[in-house]
């Protein structure tokens, strides 16, 4: 129903008329009282005429030393200042030289990138004593500067301890938006293998659950034929994780948030966690699990976390079997393959900050002495196995993190058995990419160059880019999809897109 506004206590003044500037003059008398003025011999009144006023005349102008006697104290003190600034800002920007030029370019999307400056990650301040990570969408300086705690409640509890190793803190700062466009030029990435992340990002994020977990069977094309949720939801986070996401900053900050509320409520007390998987499943998922884990809390430095990572890892080393290694069971048995992410899980331990046992390492060590052939140049399944291009792979990237040397001559001789065998996507095996370009990346020079001239353009290429599946890598063809499914295909992927920036080079920065 339509209510009629009340009226106003009283009219409101009628506006006056607008006054013609060109009737403010005496008016024209009209033509029957001029004809009589004409008959009496009174002479016309004429218009007066009408004045312009004076245009304005243009200051005088002043002198530069006028300008700066006249002007006040402050501002003059205002401007040395920032001219100082500047003079200092300019004299220790770091030189570039001729050697240092890095060619880039997109083999098949997007532009090439362009960068006024080109700054290598030499020239960035790696120097640090606490080695927690500031992560935001903004550029800074200070990409090492300590956190803001997080206002996740993901646990009440903190594990006493100081932090140890700062050097091994740093090989997760690449993941900073400050440092990762000049890791990304540095190393050899370009805007394919950028665009392919976010594509590939963008596809785990439109496949998370309610719950905020992931599925290996999913809704979607070639899942797995096994479901593990704890595996799916852990390989999700690294995805993210190694762009620079984390539950306190980030592009995909909500979906790593939803990921780790769901993730932690699979942990024990004892630190396990819980895999609802085949048997085979539960220590890898374990494994994995544990990997993200550590990389968020060094990531975030979150007090919150502390806990669970330290738990986490005290479970890895509890139930290490006596040959050193890990398998399906607890303490009992071990391959090269579950052992590989047990390595990975502990080194992420030490890259956080926390509590690792050097008697569990040196046991780690034993085992792959035990799978070794060919002197230590590659490696088998088990002790005897014949040796294969992913578990000496798998191995290789174990030596480099347990200390081998770039210049060890059994390094040396493995690497060279990988680069004879490039990717090639007539021949597919993603877990065997996966570890060797990590193991090129830490290698860098020509070994790196080599690897990566290729990498770089083969797996943005076998992305999808069309239809519901945009963004995924399908499994099929693969050595291992049928099993692992499209999920477990696309994060290897990411991971190997991401290299250029989610590992430091350890032999470049010490971190061995």
Not at 246 to 266: N, P, Y
Not at 311 to 332: H, L, M, N, V
Not at 420 to 425: N, T
Not at 463 to 474: D, I, L, M, R, V
Request: aromatic content about 8%.
């Amino acid at each position: 129903m339509l209510v009629e506004p009340p009226p106003l206590a009283a009219p409101l003044p009628p506006c006056p008329p607008r006054i013609d500037p060109a009737h403010l003059a005496e008016p024209e008398p009209p033509p029957r009282i001029a004809a009589l003025i004409a008959r009496l011999g009174m002479p016309v009144p004429e218009e007066p005429p009408i004045e312009e006023p004076p245009l304005p005349q243009r200051p005088a102008r002043r002198s530069l030393w006028t300008i700066i006697r006249t002007a006040p104290a402050w501002l003059v003190s205002l401007v040395v200042h920032l001219a100082a600034v500047l003079l200092l800002a300019i004299s220790s920007l770091p030189a570039i030289h001729e050697h240092f030029l890095v060619e880039i370019y997109a083999e098949s999307v997007g532009e090439q990138l362009a960068d006024d400056v080109l700054q290598l990650p030499e020239a960035v301040e790696m120097t640090v004593e606490t080695p927690g990570l500031a992560f935001s969408d903004a550029l800074f300086d200070e990409a090492l500067a300590a956190p803001a705690i997080s206002d996740l409640a993901l646990d009440s509890g903190e594990s006493a301890g100081s932090l140890r190793v700062p050097e091994i803190g740093l090989s997760l700062t690449g993941r900073a938006p400050g440092k990762k466009g000049a890791l990304l030029a540095a190393y050899g990435g370009n805007e394919s293998t950028e665009a392919a992340v976010r594509l590939g990002l963008d596809w785990l994020k439109y496949r998370q659950q309610k719950d905020g977990s992931w599925s290996l069977k999913g809704k979607y094309k070639n899942g797995s034929s096994q479901e593990n949720r704890t595996a799916a939801t852990a390989m999700a986070l690294l995805a993210f994780q190694g762009a620079g996401s984390t539950h306190q900053s980030g592009e995909d900050t909500e979906s790593v948030k939803r990921g780790w509320s769901w993730l932690l409520a699979q942990q024990q007390d004892d630190g396990y966690f819980r895999c609802t998987g085949p048997n085979h499943h539960k220590l890898y998922s374990h494994a994995q699990a544990t990997i993200a884990l550590c990389e968020i809390y060094g990531m975030t430095r979150d007090p919150n976390i502390r806990k669970p990572a330290q738990k986490a890892i005290d479970y890895c080393f509890k139930i290490q079997s006596p040959e050193g290694g890990w398998r399906y069971t607890p303490y009992k048995d071990a391959d090269m393959s579950v052992t590989g992410w047990f390595v990975m899980a502990m080194q992420s331990g030490r890259m956080a900050g926390l509590d690792v046992q050097s008697p569990g390492m040196d046991l780690c060590c034993k085992y792959l002495d035990s799978v070794a052939h060919d002197g230590g140049a590659k490696y088998g399944y088990k002790p005897r196995s014949q040796p294969t291009d992913a578990l000496t792979a798998e191995a290789l990237l174990c030596r480099q993190y347990l200390g081998w040397q770039r210049d060890d001559e059994r390094l040396r001789r493995g690497v060279d058995f990988l680069l004879a065998r490039p990717i090639d996507l007539r021949e597919r095996n993603v877990y065997y990419w996966y570890y060797a370009t990590q193991v090129c990346h830490h290698m860098e020079g020509d070994d790196w160059d080599r690897w990566n001239r290729v990498m770089r353009l083969e797996i943005p290429n076998a992305q999808e880019k069309t239809g519901p599946e945009t963004g995924s890598w399908s499994p099929v063809g693969d050595r291992w999809g049928n099993q692992a499914g499209r999920l477990y295909q696309t994060c290897l992927s990411i991971y190997m897109l991401e290299v250029y920036y989610r590992h430091l080079p350890i032999y470049n920065y010490r971190l061995d």
